[in-house]
């Protein structure tokens, strides 16, 4: 025996389908991300971390007028052993160890940076020199005095006076001596070839 649907059993079946179609839709993300609230100001970005400048290279002059004389740019040093000059600089009036007048050159670079120079800043102790390849010269009383250490230099400058060290008498420029200042480390090591000649390099000399 065939049966049929009642029309308003009809409406019901298409009606109870449609409500069936709409809860099959695609489900929404619970778990994205909600958007920033209108006006509030984006997170910014987390500032690059700039690495710590290091000192490579430092020249003193110690000359008989009691100033102090601090150089990072060879040329500029290079330029004062030739004429006792300095064109660019920043100088402090009984700031040495002795109360002398310190006198830092400033390099393009310093200038540039509208701060502290390097030998300022590393004076301050507010930067430091490398722990590796660091070279030293300081000219005192007729003589360079080599090191490959900053705190050796920075203790030779306070209290004048060298523990270990070789010494090569007239072999500088002008006829001037060079002391090589060693420590308990680098005095094991022999004659320090390397500075000799890095100082040769720097002075022109052969």
């Known amino acids: 025996m065939k049966r ?8 019901l079946l298409e009606a109870s389908t449609l409500f069936l179609g709409g809860c099959a839709s695609t ?3 619970t778990n994205a991300p909600s958007a920033a609230p209108a006006g509030s100001p984006a997170a910014a970005p987390a500032p690059a ?11 003193v002059a110690m000359p008989e ?8 740019d060879p040329k500029l040093y290079l330029i ?9 600089r920043q100088t402090r009036i009984g700031a040495g160890p002795a109360g002398q007048t310190v006198v830092f050159a400033l390099s393009n670079e310093d200038v540039k940076a ?4 390097l030998a300022e800043q590393l004076y301050d102790g507010k930067i430091e020199a490398n722990a590796k390849d ?7 009383d007729g003589r360079f005095y080599v090191f490959d250490r900053y705190a050796d230099m920075k203790s030779f400058i306070q209290s004048g006076e060298v523990g270990l060290a070789m010494s090569d008498i007239g072999a500088g420029p002008k006829g001037a001596t060079l002391v090589w200042v060693l420590n308990t480390e680098t005095a094991k090591q022999g ?3 390397a500075r000799i000649e890095k100082f040769k390099s720097l002075h022109g000399m052969k």
Not at 49 to 59: G, H, I, T, Y
Not at 65 to 72: E, Q, V
Not at 114 to 117: F, L
Not at 134 to 140: C, M, T
């Open 27 to 29: 489900p929404s993300n």
């Open 65 to 72: 007028d009691g100033r102090l004389y601090y150089f990072t």
């Open 4 to 11: 049929y649907l009642l029309p308003a059993a009809v409406a």
């Open 191 to 193: 004659r320090p070839t």
């Open 80 to 88: 004062y052993l030739d004429t006792e000059e300095v064109a660019l």
């Open 114 to 117: 509208k701060g502290p120079g």
């Open 49 to 59: 971390e700039k690495a710590a400048s290091r000192v490579q290279n430092l020249f």
């Open 134 to 140: 660091f070279y030293g010269e300081v000219v005192k």
